[in-house]
């Protein structure tokens, strides 16, 4: 789909390497970088052509300060961090933070309701996949500003569904995009796809790590500046496999202004 004034739908790739013997990756693409691995590790590269979250007003470093503790153990496998508030409310002058200058500004969902509704349709996922989607929805949900639900189809009415399917890809190392369309000043659908031959040469953590990523991406979060996060545009072996304390705060400086 080509962008107009209306409609957008850029793609969000996911790429994976799987080196025998140590290897120096230089790969020329929007968002990746050089990567050094050894064997049996498996480097997984974001390749995003994203666009990103529109700026807001600068996080309440206090709030993100008093979290970051409790964050550094819970940011583990299958455990997911603490967020920045119990209510949905950004103070004043609070803006995005950790944005990575590559991504470009996109909009947000329309928020009608103190938690937005969003319902990540997983109807035609395997069993597997499903499965990080209901972890992905507990984890996200913890934004006091985002209902994440995982259904088996979108329900009636609802303008904030994501569908969610598998392919089994082309054959490279990608393994999932996310892409969407706005009209105005707000996305109206945003759609995930995941690479099954790409994603059955990684393992359990590298899966669920790339489902969370992008519907981190479908929520409306763009990628972060500083390596190693669920959102960061490059991801390896020692990659937060949940969102953080400022990933709470960008949902909440993006859905939290009104």
């Not at 064997?39 to 970051?68: F, I, K, M, P, R």
Request: with cysteine; glycine share 6%.
């Amino acid at each position: 789909m080509q962008p107009s004034p209306k409609s957008k739908k850029p793609l969000h790739s996911r790429r994976a390497f799987f080196p025998s013997l140590a290897i120096s990756l230089v790969i020329a693409a929007v968002g990746i970088i050089l990567l050094q691995t050894s064997l049996a590790a498996t480097v997984v590269v974001y390749a995003e052509a994203e666009d990103a979250l529109q700026e807001g007003a600068s996080t309440n470093a206090s709030v993100v300060a008093d979290n970051q503790a409790s964050n550094s153990k819970a940011l583990q496998f299958g455990v997911a961090a603490v967020p920045p508030s119990a209510a949905c409310a950004a103070t004043s002058g609070q803006t995005l933070q950790d944005q990575n200058p590559g991504d470009n500004t996109a909009p947000p969902w329309q928020k009608t309701t103190d938690k937005l509704p969003i319902y990540f349709v997983t109807g035609s996922l395997p069993a597997e996949y499903a499965g990080y989607v209901g972890e992905g929805v507990t984890a996200w949900s913890q934004s006091p500003c985002i209902d994440a639900q995982a259904v088996a189809a979108c329900p009636a009415a609802a303008t904030t569904c994501v569908p969610m399917s598998t392919e089994p890809g082309d054959g490279s190392n990608l393994t999932g995009t996310t892409s969407y369309s706005y009209s105005g000043s707000y996305r109206s659908k945003a759609d995930i796809v995941l690479y099954t031959t790409s994603l059955g040469r990684t393992d359990a953590r590298t899966k669920r790590i790339t489902t969370l990523h992008e519907m981190g991406h479908a929520i409306g979060l763009a990628h972060r500046e500083t390596a190693e996060k669920l959102m960061a545009p490059v991801s390896d072996d020692k990659s937060e496999s949940d969102p953080d304390a400022i990933d709470f705060a960008n949902i909440m400086t993006t859905y939290g202004q009104n």
